[in-house]
């Protein structure tokens, strides 16, 4: 399927691995020109080069840390008029609720909260003004089915989701779409992160507590990043633009439906 997409511009923030970069490269396959953030600029630059030669398309590069305003202003002057914006960011680390200090609290909101809304507020007008807008949030499955050490993410995220479902009557009309992908167990350092917390919790290995999880997964494995790309790629495409104002969970079925 032709997603229609060749030729436009995507902003896509924490691109230079995970689920970020599998949105860059979907994205990149249907010949989208590229902006890239994320905060190691070594593995920025690599990402950018290896899907430029890939694809052949333009990609271009801005590091830092997306919570900053200095860093987005960078990114909006390297692409001032984006057709597709994904709003991406590492999530915070796990823990329980009276561990969490002033500074996890806000280091979580800033990236997960503040820089999206900010992203979404600078570049939604254009957007509508132009006749053609696509907006894709990557949050986490912890929106809709907590987990217990991820009260952090899931209040973050959660958040985000109540922020969008103000903004998609408005924009809709003029052709801007705005969605979530809720990703559950994908096989990225994320992932890794999180079980190795889970093993000392638990005193395990991280080998073991992963092992121990993907058994209890219906599809007996974690997902492929590529496969939450492909998902951003048609929520972008000239296909979806009826679709917008939803929360797409991608699981594997690993949480039970409402």
Same mark, same amino acid.
């Given at each position: 399927m032709d997603l229609g997409l060749r030729g436009r511009t995507a902003i896509v923030c924490a691109a230079s691995k995970g689920l970020g970069r599998a949105c860059a490269e979907a994205l990149a396959a249907e010949g989208v020109d590229l902006v890239l953030n994320a905060r190691t600029i070594e593995a920025l630059e690599q990402t950018a080069a290896e899907i430029a030669a890939t694809h052949g398309v333009l990609v271009r590069t801005v590091a830092g #840390?997306? &919570?900053? %305003? &200095?860093?987005? #202003? %960078?990114?909006? %002057?390297a692409c001032p008029a984006p057709d597709i914006l994904v709003n991406n960011a590492g999530g915070p680390p796990p823990g329980k609720l009276k561990s969490y200090s002033a500074d996890d609290w806000g280091k979580a909101l800033d990236g997960n909260l503040r820089a999206p809304a900010a992203m979404l507020a600078a570049v939604l007008d254009g957007m509508a003004e132009r006749g053609f807008g696509r907006v894709v949030n990557i949050t986490s499955s912890v929106v809709r089915h907590p987990i217990d050490v991820q009260g952090l993410s899931a209040a973050a995220r959660a958040g985000l989701h109540g922020l969008v479902s103000t903004l998609v009557r408005d924009h809709v009309g003029r052709n801007v779409t705005i969605n979530n992908i809720l990703p559950g167990p994908f096989a990225t350092d994320r992932l890794i992160s999180n079980f190795t917390f889970r093993a000392k919790q638990e005193g395990i290995s991280p080998e073991a507590a992963l092992a121990a999880r993907k058994a209890e997964l219906p599809a007996k494995r974690f997902g492929d990043p590529l496969e939450v790309g492909r998902l951003c790629a048609y929520l972008c495409s000239t296909h979806a633009g009826y679709i917008s104002g939803q929360s797409i969970l991608i699981d594997g079925g690993a949480h039970p439906q409402p």
């Amino acid at each position: 399927m032709d997603l229609g997409l060749r030729g436009r511009t995507a902003i896509v923030c924490a691109a230079s691995k995970g689920l970020g970069r599998a949105c860059a490269e979907a994205l990149a396959a249907e010949g989208v020109d590229l902006v890239l953030n994320a905060r190691t600029i070594e593995a920025l630059e690599q990402t950018a080069a290896e899907i430029a030669a890939t694809h052949g398309v333009l990609v271009r590069t801005v590091a830092g #840390d997306i &919570a900053e %305003a &200095a860093v987005r #202003d %960078a990114i909006l %002057a390297a692409c001032p008029a984006p057709d597709i914006l994904v709003n991406n960011a590492g999530g915070p680390p796990p823990g329980k609720l009276k561990s969490y200090s002033a500074d996890d609290w806000g280091k979580a909101l800033d990236g997960n909260l503040r820089a999206p809304a900010a992203m979404l507020a600078a570049v939604l007008d254009g957007m509508a003004e132009r006749g053609f807008g696509r907006v894709v949030n990557i949050t986490s499955s912890v929106v809709r089915h907590p987990i217990d050490v991820q009260g952090l993410s899931a209040a973050a995220r959660a958040g985000l989701h109540g922020l969008v479902s103000t903004l998609v009557r408005d924009h809709v009309g003029r052709n801007v779409t705005i969605n979530n992908i809720l990703p559950g167990p994908f096989a990225t350092d994320r992932l890794i992160s999180n079980f190795t917390f889970r093993a000392k919790q638990e005193g395990i290995s991280p080998e073991a507590a992963l092992a121990a999880r993907k058994a209890e997964l219906p599809a007996k494995r974690f997902g492929d990043p590529l496969e939450v790309g492909r998902l951003c790629a048609y929520l972008c495409s000239t296909h979806a633009g009826y679709i917008s104002g939803q929360s797409i969970l991608i699981d594997g079925g690993a949480h039970p439906q409402p």
